[in-house]
């Protein structure tokens, strides 16, 4: 296929793409989890072949709507004073109405072509969503439970900029359900339970002894530009996750974390061989393995089966892959040749709620 093949049938993909995540993605019926801003914008974009060519070649192809409003706010993060501003009601305090807006992103784009089209292929999207701890929790409670009290030794595959991998100092309010973990740490997450079934809070968080992340590119809390893409990546409406993020990041700089730079399948092996005796092995990811090629997805699980010859661990995932309606939290069990597979919950998408399936 030439150049102007591929470009023709990635354009009639990002049209499709557009039009759909303005509707479904941005434009979800559960209005705190929607972006009225953006999903105007990316109907109006689906429209507009010079913009969407401005994404054609960014790092996540089936993402490239976010990658763009992405790189538009963190642009406007950056200081550049410019009329658009006056849209984002994260930026201004009575934003102006949404259906005026897309000249005014379509002028800023072309006006910032070249940095825009730099943005979205060097960083990807790594939303480093804190609120999806509440449902990792849950899970992590049961692995604790499961490798009979023993203190956990932790691996997040895509830890991005490792705010997940604190779960552990953070607290959780699950409403009339209970608490538990820390009221004075600064990252507090409420999540709403939606289902009659849930499992029994434990009295105290699981003890953590070792943790280590794996990321083809992680993000490092010191350096304020990585940190600005974090930031864009939140949706101009979302207060909240804006707040919680900034709480977690200043807990990352305060306590370091391990993460190592390259691919899960080349580094996977040398990480577990670090895995200290007497713990509890499990490996998770969140929203990860759906950016991940099928190929090396399966290659990576395909490595974890093989250590589990040798040692019991578990894998805990909530991945919205293609095909499904919800999120899904899962639960793995290794053991020896035998994996068992668990459907604990689904759960939307920053943690907002979550609805079992299982209650053991």
Not at 160 to 165: C, E
Request: overall charge negative; proline content about 6%; some cysteine.
């Amino acid at each position: 296929m030439d150049a102007s093949m591929f470009e023709e049938k990635e354009v009639a993909y990002l049209e499709q793409s557009f039009t759909q995540h303005g509707i479904s993605s941005f434009g979800r019926a559960d209005v705190a989890n929607a972006s009225p801003l953006y999903s105007w914008l990316a109907q109006q974009a689906a429209l507009d072949q010079e913009i969407l060519r401005l994404v054609l070649h960014a790092n996540t192809r089936p993402q490239r709507p976010h990658m763009l409003f992405a790189a538009v706010q963190y642009l406007l993060f950056s200081g550049i004073q410019d009329e658009l501003l006056e849209f984002y009601p994260n930026l201004t305090t009575n934003a102006r109405p949404r259906e005026e807006a897309y000249p005014y992103f379509r002028a800023f784009c072309l006006r910032h072509a070249n940095e825009i089209i730099r943005l979205v292929t060097t960083y990807g999207v790594q939303n480093n969503e804190v609120g999806r701890c509440a449902d990792l929790l849950l899970a992590f409670d049961r692995v604790a439970r499961l490798g009979g009290g023993n203190p956990l030794a932790m691996i997040e595959l895509g830890p991005s900029a490792g705010l997940n991998m604190l779960w552990d100092r953070y607290g959780y309010d699950y409403g009339e359900r209970g608490y538990i973990g820390d009221r004075e740490s600064p990252v507090q997450l409420y999540c709403e339970p939606r289902s009659d079934i849930f499992p029994p809070l434990p009295k105290t968080i699981p003890v953590v002894s070792w943790r280590m992340g794996i990321d083809l590119n992680p993000i490092d809390v010191h350096d304020e530009r990585a940190v600005r893409w974090l930031r864009a990546l939140i949706w101009p409406e979302h207060r909240d996750r804006a707040q919680r993020i900034e709480a977690a990041i200043t807990m990352a700089r305060q306590h370091p974390l391990s993460i190592v730079t390259g691919d899960a399948v080349d580094r996977l092996p040398e990480v577990l061989a670090q895995v200290p005796d007497e713990t509890t092995v499990c490996i998770y990811h969140s929203y990860a393995m759906n950016q991940t090629p099928l190929p090396v997805r399966m290659r990576i699980f395909e490595q974890i089966a093989d250590f589990a010859q040798t040692r019991v661990l578990f894998r805990v995932s909530e991945e919205w892959y293609a095909g499904m309606s919800q999120a899904e939290l899962e639960l793995f069990w290794y053991c020896g040749s035998e994996i068992r597979r668990e459907k604990l919950a689904e759960c939307e998408s920053h943690g907002r709620w979550i609805k079992f399936t299982h209650s053991s």
